[in-house]
């Protein structure tokens, strides 16, 4: 069993900053890219940031100079630093890690849970 959760979301007023971290826990051999993606109300689920384990990171332009992707590979944690922040990054933020488990042949893509974050006065 695999599991990724997520935390650190909230309320925050525009301009603010929040950091979401997403540990990973379970019969975990080796995680590839890890990413962060959100989802606003009647949106589609759309990539905010990645990062190979390697740590080379990749951001989706709405989130660039504002957000920064990171993680510890000896912790299977992944972080999301989010300053600057706008009402319209107010979405349900969610983890994802293509993971390679012992419980499993070849790796497999796992999700979080979620967690919100709202941003308004």
């Known amino acids: 069993q695999v599991q990724l959760v997520e935390s650190g979301g909230g309320l925050v007023q525009p301009g603010g900053s929040l950091r979401l971290s997403c540990a990973a826990s379970g019969s975990i051999l080796h995680i590839n890219t890890m990413a962060w993606y959100r989802q606003a109300p009647g949106d589609l689920r759309d990539e905010v940031a990645s990062i190979t384990r390697g740590g080379t990171p990749n951001y989706a332009d709405s989130v660039k100079g504002r957000f920064t992707i990171s993680r510890d590979n000896a912790r299977n944690t992944m972080y999301l630093q989010m300053n600057s922040l706008k009402p319209e990054d107010t979405a349900v933020y969610y983890c994802?890690?293509?993971?390679?488990?012992?419980?499993?042949?070849?790796?497999?893509?796992?999700w979080g849970q979620g967690t919100q974050v709202t941003v308004s006065s």
């Open positions: 994802t890690a293509n993971i390679f488990s012992s419980l499993t042949t070849g790796t497999n893509n796992y």
